[in-house]
């Protein structure tokens, strides 16, 4: 099936180590995403990116940077993490259709 | 920025009855509204979306509305069941592309 893959899928690191979270997409759309989710909060958009030499800003970039090594793979990096990164991470693609396809999410805990 | 505020945060109802979840969003040239459906522990999923040439539409129990004059839309879930208990999510977009969600309702049905 194609589908939306992100690696780890739980994650627990020391604050001001480097992390980096990674997705890979067999769905072969341009669009990919990565969203915080926080309770209460509902999805924050952190990056994005339409295609491989393309990248923005989201909501919430300040301490995150990503890559697009290929059309379909997307990695978020947090440089220096810290506790208050502690949250869900969700990966997303979306073609021309406009649905967005997460996938499972990165649960990542910051100590 | 963009924004869309979702209300409630929290719905309760007994199965059978009626739920409805409001939105509202600030950047008029949204044309894209999807809704999303996240049970416990999974990633979230497309339920039902609306594009802005049309006032309504409806899949079996579901509905959605939208009001592009106010810049609302709503989702009404008829003949509510323990299964529609989950965390449900509106979102805004120009086509699909940077989509901004909101920050949730999490709907109980009460057997």
């Known amino acids: 099936d194609a589908d939306v893959t992100q690696t780890p899928r739980n994650r627990i690191t020391k604050t001001g180590k480097r992390i980096m979270l990674e997705c890979s997409q067999t769905?072969?759309?341009?669009?990919m995403y990565w969203y915080r989710q926080d309770p209460g909060l509902g999805l924050r958009l952190i990056y994005y990116?339409?295609?491989?030499?393309?990248?923005n800003k989201g909501e919430i970039s300040d301490g995150y940077s990503v890559s697009r090594q290929a059309q379909a793979k997307f990695s978020l990096s947090l440089e220096s993490a810290i506790p208050n990164q502690t949250a869900l991470y969700f990966c997303?693609?979306?073609?021309?259709?406009?649905?967005?396809?997460f996938g499972q999410g990165t649960r990542l805990t910051v100590v | 920025g963009e924004n869309v505020e979702q209300h409630p945060s929290t719905l309760s109802v007994q199965e059978g009855d009626s739920a409805v979840i409001k939105c509202t969003y600030s950047?008029?040239?949204?044309?894209?509204f999807p809704w999303y459906k996240q049970e416990l522990g999974k990633r979230p999923q497309l339920i039902i979306d609306?594009?802005?040439?049309?006032g309504e539409k409806k899949d079996q129990r579901i509905a959605v509305t939208l009001n592009k004059t106010a810049k609302h839309f709503s989702l009404h879930i008829t003949e509510t069941q323990p299964e529609d208990s989950a965390v449900y999510f509106c979102?805004?977009?120009?086509?699909?592309?940077?989509?901004?969600f909101g920050a949730g309702t999490r709907l109980f049905v009460k057997a």
């Open positions: 609306i594009r802005s040439n049309v």
């Open positions: 950047d008029s040239a949204s044309n894209y």
């Open positions: 990116s339409f295609d491989v030499k393309d990248i």
């Open positions: 769905k072969g759309h341009d669009r």
């Open positions: 979102a805004a977009s120009r086509g699909g592309f940077k989509t901004i």
């Open positions: 997303a693609t979306s073609g021309t259709g406009s649905e967005a396809f």
